[in-house]
């Protein structure tokens, strides 16, 4: 027994391996300068004791300087972990765009990986010190409001102890950190330096000259534990950047973006061609600039159409950061309703934005939309309802859990052949069930109808709610209304509405119908569509009001006999 359950484990153990076998490759950066060394991690997910990946493919644009292996092994809560690191270190053997090739190991092969080498910056040839700075742009002109990348690395050669750095502030600029600090070491010009460097994205408020300040260091070259440091203090000249103001071309009344690319994509979350009126559908936009943060970019909102309501939901916003900068994007979902039947045309949107490489104005443009709309097949079909809005619905708790269950049960029963006999007896109860419990839950819920014929006037009693109708409406103010509107209800006896749909089932008159619907499509978006008028739903529910010696009520009951 022991013997077994040790050899299932081995197995387990080697299954586990055999699935989780992936082979990995990143760099420590994308972009370096001529001369400068970079180090390539090769991960393979196994211990490995004989034998290294082929790294001739490296040689073709790379020069290897030294490579490591390192195995690691980790057991944690039952779940073992092996892996085996190769750490190398390679220098490009031009500029350009270099492309570190994929490598193979044991049938798995690592993806290929970028590198922009750019020209050495003349302050770094021939660079003797032990410890200096070295900054840099990605751009020497700039437009107001638009991305300066600013990099700043501190080399050192000898050990540093005690160091404190400046921050970066920049006057009328707003200064972003771009990613996390990065310490590593590299090789210039046939040296080792171990480099500390910051990068930030840099937002000039104002045209003119954008003076970006030296960095500053302070501290000690390490003599050892024991004796003193010698103490050491560095600075570098300010970095220049001229910045120019919004050209007076770009369009009025529009958030100016000066960005390296924008584009707005967009997707319908359901079928244009085949959509019912008053049913909505929702349009799901996404703006992405890249060289702006989110918070630059502008609201997405469609242009207004008679046949046509909008309900947006709260937007969604992201940055992302890599070595190049900042990318804000905008995501925006906006639930249509289409109030008329047929084909009805949604405008196009077009977002202008300033190319700072091209120095243009472009536009990023989602295309007009064709939306056919059919007419309803009765009333009940107007009210909208979807995944991706919020239009508030009955709160009457029924057991519809167990009613889906017994209702699956037997479509599932019903799909399928049957194996035996047994299963049409078995069929035959499911649904006897089903049938038992809608009857019982119908008489629970059951609402008696209202008897205005027991007291004239009952409706436009003060008492029952109708003087808060009346205020609410005429200061067509929907939220009140609605309050008033369900406690009225709840007056004449029917405690158990709580939504406006649960009051428009009561009446069979289609403008009181109506009107309660167009309340609730007001108060179905959070800043609504249009400015609601209630008198006209105030007059409705005034004109509820039977005629003396009537005997019989306007309103049906909920669920007629």
């Known amino acids: ?258 960005a390296q690319d924008v584009s707005l994509a967009y997707k319908w979350l359901g079928n244009t061609k085949n959509l019912k009126q008053g049913e909505p559908i929702t349009l799901s936009l996404s703006l992405k600039a890249k060289g702006l943060s989110a918070a630059q970019l502008p609201k997405l909102i469609l242009n207004d159409v008679p046949q046509l309501k909008y309900y947006p939901e709260q937007p969604q916003t992201q940055d992302i950061n890599d070595d190049n900068g900042i990318t804000g994007v905008v995501s925006q979902n906006i639930a249509v309703v289409v109030t008329k039947n047929g084909e009805v045309r949604l405008p196009e949107i077009r977002i202008p934005w300033f190319n700072i490489k091209d120095g243009r104005i472009e536009y990023a443009v989602m295309p007009s939309q064709t939306l056919n709309v059919s007419a309803v097949a009765s009333a009940s079909s107007n009210t909208p309802q979807t995944n991706n809005t919020a239009i508030e619905t009955s709160d009457i708790k029924t057991d519809s859990t167990e009613n889906n269950a017994l209702v699956e049960s037997a479509a599932v029963a019903s799909n399928h052949p049957p194996a035996s006999n047994l299963w049409p007896i078995l069929s035959l109860v499911f649904m006897l069930l089903w049938l038992i419990t809608s009857y019982l839950l119908w008489r629970q819920y059951q609402i008696k109808p209202i008897d205005i014929s027991q007291d004239d006037n009952q409706l436009l009693k003060p008492s029952a709610g109708l003087k808060k109708i009346k205020q609410a409406c005429r200061n067509n103010d929907a939220t009140a209304a609605r309050q008033a509107i369900i406690e009225w209800a709840h007056a004449q006896g029917f405690t158990q509405m709580a939504s406006l749909q649960q009051v428009a089932s009561l009446g069979d008159i289609e403008e009181f119908k109506q009107a309660l619907q167009e309340l609730d499509y007001t108060l179905y978006s959070p800043t609504g569509n249009s400015a609601w008028q209630g008198e006209y739903l105030w007059q409705l529910i005034r004109n509820l009001k039977t005629n003396k010696g009537e005997t019989s009520s306007p309103l049906q009951p909920l669920y007629p006999s």
Not at 136 to 155: F, M, N, P, R
Request: charged share 20%; with cysteine.
């Open 1 to 258: 027994m022991v013997k077994h359950l040790f050899c299932l484990l081995i197995l387990s153990f080697l299954t586990s391996h055999a699935f989780a076998v992936a082979f990995e490759a990143s760099v420590d950066r994308s972009n370096i300068g001529e001369g400068e060394s970079i180090m390539l991690t090769l991960r393979y997910n196994s211990n490995v004791y004989s034998g290294d990946p082929d790294l001739s493919p490296l040689e073709q644009q790379f020069t290897i300087i030294n490579q490591q292996r390192k195995n690691s092994f980790q057991y944690i809560n039952g779940q073992s972990d092996s892996w085996t690191v190769w750490t190398i270190a390679i220098s490009p053997k031009r500029k350009g765009n270099l492309v570190v090739p994929s490598i193979e190991y044991k049938g798995e092969r690592t993806k290929p990986i970028q590198i922009m080498v750019s020209k050495l910056d003349p302050s770094l040839q021939n660079q003797q010190k032990d410890v200096f700075f070295h900054t840099e742009t990605d751009i020497k002109t700039s437009y107001v409001q638009g991305q300066i990348v600013y990099s700043e690395k501190l080399y050192f050669s000898v050990p540093l102890d005690n160091s404190q750095l400046n921050d970066v502030e920049v006057e009328d600029a707003v200064v972003q950190p771009l990613g996390e600090t990065k310490q590593y070491r590299t090789q210039l010009n046939g040296r080792s330096f171990d480099v500390y460097e910051r990068r930030y994205v840099i937002f000039a408020q104002t045209s003119g000259e954008l003076i970006i300040p030296g960095p500053r260091y302070t501290g000690e070259i390490s003599n050892g534990r024991w004796r003193p440091g010698r103490p050491i203090s560095i600075s570098h000249p300010p970095t220049r950047i001229q910045v120019l103001p919004q050209p007076a071309n770009y369009p009025q009344n529009n958030t100016w973006l000066p």
